[in-house]
């Protein structure tokens, strides 16, 4: 089956089977996914008949219930939730891994239903009372911790929702929740068709020198697929990405960069077709009037109502402060790469397209260190089982793959993890590689979350671990560089945080009820790994000699590690500042504010060219489709908390099983029973410090202190 497998596949597979033989799969998912059995048409009905079921359920509790406790209410509502998240989970999954116009329609048509459901269980006053009465009962004492939490955040969510409020304010704050889901999907939508919609054939070779060999057989490849001749070149980020950092055709990186940095918007090749001008406007204009509507004055502070920093205040603080640390290193990391580009090309003013190609070619001078010839000793199938290896001796953890389970790609790989006593904790699938019909990025999403059921029965966890790497191609295995391998590192710290929690209630099991700026903190911990030498003798095996990587190769690699780490900072800081300043200063009496808040924070902390038709923020998922509205700033946070946390493994060694398993114990099992400041200051034996962070990246300055 060829790379451009699609959605429409599956969707035919068992085309003759009977429709409600489809529906009651759909609607009784086991402990994994049927994903060949997922079928458009069968979608919405069984969301409808399972919405009903849970409509009748809750009822008939409430009703029967003289008074209300953990195991009369509480626990067999988890259950439901639990049914609808496990029919619903793989087709939200498909919908952003192997989408098709008709899985599209399908999953749009069943967004208003599931968001009116869960307004609507949020708002009923009578389910609020019931379970603030078991808050209030004396049987409450007798729950253990995990229990009380779920009953206080519950309470919470409830109070977020709006359940106090007037008839007429729950019904508008549930028509801007309908709103704000086919805002925040159309954004997501547009971006994906966007992306798509643009290519390049080139048949001049030429033209693309500079290019290495593996971005050149793919152009080559996806040319042959479109029926072309040459080389065709895609905003895929693989393509994308290679072009922009080696290609010597200034032209054509212009031409690619305008198109990457103008999708989705008024500007570029395709300006105005999809544009998500007005969905971000009224995106942050729907959130501050459902943030007004329960008392919070901004949508930031309702964001912050469920994360670690309690104050706005506090997080303008904290990334303030990286900024002046870091803004004086970058002023110098551009200026030497401005000089570097007059120097050897004569270039008088550098553009934003010229940045990723004379930062390489910087790096390369400096450190003789290309991403291209590191790439070589990176094999995909080689970095997962050296990863597997490396958890294993940190973590006591194994790893092994299993065969003949049913997924929705010829690429895809399937996992279960075992503990340190060989018990089975959970399983996860892999799907590496970018195509079309997929969300771009890397991110792991949970399929299954671990909870007890009332019969005694544990479901296990199950998560989704997604990038989007350079695709096998032909009889070559497909190969990383090395920032791809921090980025599978990184995505499968999210995974162990999911799967190897020990708590028995989903609504904290895992990454559930984790703060959302604590949710980073195990993920970018575990990229630390990506820099230890005897690591990388795991994970790294040349594609033809199997060598690991050279000795002379790491050293160039730390060498070059905190290269330009400034300039990174400050773009990441941008994107915070940004975000959380539009919710946070979010007037609604004047007009669109996007693009006015973004050029205000670029004039105050970019010290990289910005083009005047870069429209970034069109195509920014995190905060306009995802969840980190208001929360970006987490990534910096969580830098903090992983850099800090990793120096006591400086102390005590890389490879310390002692610290390892004190971070299961204390980090990883613990979900969101406890606060992560409790829990960081059990492992590391105080409250977090900045000065790792900074030293990690090379911008440690006593002065600064």
């Known amino acids: 089956m060829n790379d451009t497998f699609s959605s429409l596949c599956y969707a035919k597979i068992h085309k003759k089977r009977d429709a409600n033989n489809m529906e009651n799969s759909l609607l009784n998912q086991g402990q994994l996914p ?27 509790l409430l009703a029967t219930s003289q008074q209300a406790s953990w195991d009369t209410l509480i626990a067999p509502l988890e259950e439901m939730d639990i049914q609808l998240s496990k029919m619903w989970s793989p087709i939200s999954h498909l919908h952003a891994v192997m989408e098709s116009e008709e899985l599209r329609a399908a999953y749009n048509a069943c967004l208003p239903l599931l968001t009116e459901y869960h307004t609507e269980m949020m708002q009923n006053e009578t389910f609020y009372q019931a379970i603030k009465s078991v808050s209030e009962s004396p049987a ?13 955040n519950e309470l919470r969510d409830f109070r977020l929702a709006g359940v106090s409020l007037s008839p007429e304010a729950k019904a508008r704050f549930s028509d801007l929740q309908q709103k704000l889901s086919k805002l925040t999907t159309q954004f997501s939508e547009n971006i994906l068709d966007a992306t798509h919609a643009w290519s390049i054939n080139v048949t ?23 029926n072309q001749t040459g080389w065709t070149f895609t905003l895929d980020y693989p393509c994308y990405s290679s072009v922009m950092k080696y290609l010597d055709n200034r032209e054509l990186r212009w031409l690619m960069y305008e198109a990457h940095t103008t999708r989705a918007s008024d500007q570029g090749p395709h300006a105005g077709r999809w544009d998500n001008t007005n969905l971000m406007e009224e995106i942050v204009k729907t959130r501050h009037e459902l943030a007004n509507i329960v008392g919070f004055a901004n949508f930031a502070e309702y964001s912050l109502a469920t994360k670690m920093a309690d104050t706005p205040k506090r997080v303008i603080n904290f990334l303030n402060d990286l900024v002046d640390r870091s803004t004086s290193f970058a002023i110098k990391e551009m200026q030497e790469l401005a000089e570097f580009a ?13 940045i990723a190609f004379y930062s390489e070619k910087l790096r390369l001078k400096k450190y003789a260190l290309s991403q291209e010839e590191i790439r070589a000793y990176f094999p995909a199938d080689k970095v997962l ?18 065969s003949g389970v049913d997924t929705w790609h010829p690429h895809v790989q399937f996992f279960e993890i075992y503990d340190s006593e060989d018990k089975l904790r959970g399983y996860f699938y892999t799907d ?4 079309p019909h997929k969300r771009d990025g890397a991110w792991m999403d949970e399929c299954r979350i671990r909870h007890k059921m009332s019969d005694g029965s544990m479901q296990l966890p199950v998560a989704f671990l997604t990038c989007n790497f350079t695709r096998p191609l032909g009889d070559k295995p497909a190969t990383l560089t090395h920032d791809d391998v921090q980025t599978v590192f990184h995505e499968f710290g999210h995974c162990l945080h999911h799967l190897l929690t020990e708590v028995e209630y989903a609504p904290l099991a895992g990454i559930n009820g984790v703060p959302w700026d604590a949710v980073e903190f195990p993920s970018q911990f575990f990229e630390f790994w990506c820099w230890d030498k005897e690591t ?13 990587l050279p000795q002379a190769l790491f050293n160039k690699l730390i060498a070059a590690k905190n290269f330009q780490s400034a300039m990174q900072m400050l773009r990441q800081l941008e994107f915070s500042l940004f975000d959380f300043k539009l919710h946070l200063e979010y007037d609604p009496t004047k007009g669109p504010q996007v693009q006015a808040v973004l050029d205000e924070v670029r004039k105050k902390v970019s010290v990289v060219p910005v083009a005047k038709f870069n429209r970034f923020q069109h195509s920014f998922s995190h905060i306009f489709a995802g969840g980190y509205a208001a929360g970006y700033y987490s990534y910096k946070w969580a830098e903090v908390l992983s850099s800090d946390a990793f120096s006591l493994f400086e102390e005590k060694g890389v490879f310390d099983q002692i610290t390892g398993r004190s971070f299961v114990k204390n980090i990883l099992s613990q979900g969101g029973v406890y606060h992560p400041m409790e829990l960081f200051v059990k492992f590391r034996g105080r409250e ?18």
Do not use: C
Not at 204 to 226: F, I, N, R, S
């Open 536 to 548: 990388l003798n795991l994970i790294s095996a040349h594609e033809t000699t199997g060598e690991p």
């Open 342 to 354: 007059k120097s050897i090309d004569g270039i008088e003013h550098l553009e934003a397209w010229d």
């Open 140 to 152: 409450y004492k007798k729950l253990d911790t995990a229990q009380q939490k779920v009953i206080f």
């Open 432 to 435: 590496l590689y970018a195509r």
């Open 204 to 226: 001049d070779v030429a033209a693309l020198k500079g290019l290495p060999e593996q971005t050149l057989k793919l152009a080559e490849q996806t040319a042959q697929q479109h």
């Open 385 to 402: 089982s050296g990863m597997f290896t490396v958890m294993s001796r940190l973590l006591g953890v194994k790893i092994v793959e299993r």
């Open 688 to 705: 977090p410090k900045i000065d790792a962070l900074l030293k990690h990246s090379g911008l440690f300055s006593e002065e600064l202190r």
């Open 34 to 60: 049927n994903f060949s059995i997922i079928s458009p048409e069968h979608i919405e009905p069984t969301v409808k008949q399972l919405i009903a079921q849970n409509r009748a359920r809750l009822n008939e």
